[in-house]
């Protein structure tokens, strides 16, 4: 996997013409096909969990708006990068193995190879630029429903006043927040990206071996996310410890 990366940033960089219009129709389809459910999953967290179980919690003190400040925390930090990341995995990645899982069975890939044609440049360079990009992207749409499931629960349940919901969330949110929310889910989409692509290549076995190759690339990309994004909050945190206190 290291390597297929490797030689897509060098593919992308030796020569960084004739693939822009493939990488545009693949950005339309991951928006196309992410969008809504990523918008639901992500409002519907943001009411659920951090914004009815954290906002019982505030309430207990009388402060429900304060959970404007537990948001930056909790939405833009985590789950808002994790659950785009998890929808683009779980859309656009299959998507992209069983594809080219299935032109490998069929020896699409072989036959490209045979006439000269680099698949790598051809098919995997355009993929994993357009689903590295348009994570990123996606994420500051994520940020905004994940806050708007937030405001949800504490304003309509819990009655708190919404001008200090968002007060008390801007106090507390900095450049830093925002561009290493964007920054991690970036490198999220370049990891599924790398995963689905090296599974479909490697796809093996007929129709049988693209199934098995989905799930395995789901697998990988879920895990190469969480363990990803445990080692970037972790350094993170430890370079910026006024991250952690709330205003």
Known sequence: MVQLAGQVFGSA?????????????????????CWIPMMVSCTAFGFGAPGLQGGN?????????????????????????????????????????????????????????????DPIRTLIVPRVLAITLMTGLLDLVAL???????????????????????????????????WASVAKTTIFGLLIGVVCCYKGLRTQGGP?????????????????IWIFNYVFTTILLGLNPDMQVFK
Do not use: C
């Open 144 to 178: 905004a429903f994940g806050v708007l499931g937030g405001y949800m629960a504490s304003v309509w349940v819990l009655g708190a006043n919404s001008s200090a919901f968002f007060e008390n969330f801007f106090a507390n949110a900095t450049v830093t927040d925002v």
């Open 208 to 224: 049988i071996g693209v199934g098995r190759a989905v799930n395995q690339a789901v697998v990988i990309s879920f895990a190469a």
């Open 13 to 33: 960089i030796r020569h960084p013409v004739g693939y822009w219009g493939e990488v545009r129709d693949q950005m339309f389809e991951i928006l196309k096909l």
């Open 57 to 117: 919690l505030f309430l207990l003190f009388g402060i429900p708006e304060r959970l404007g400040s537990f948001f930056i925390m909790a939405s833009v930090r985590e789950f808002a990068p994790w659950i785009n990341a998890m929808v683009v995995a779980g859309v656009m990645g299959t998507a992209m193995t069983a594809d080219l899982g299935a032109r490998r069975i069929r020896e699409e890939i072989d036959a490209m190879e045979v006439l000269g044609v």
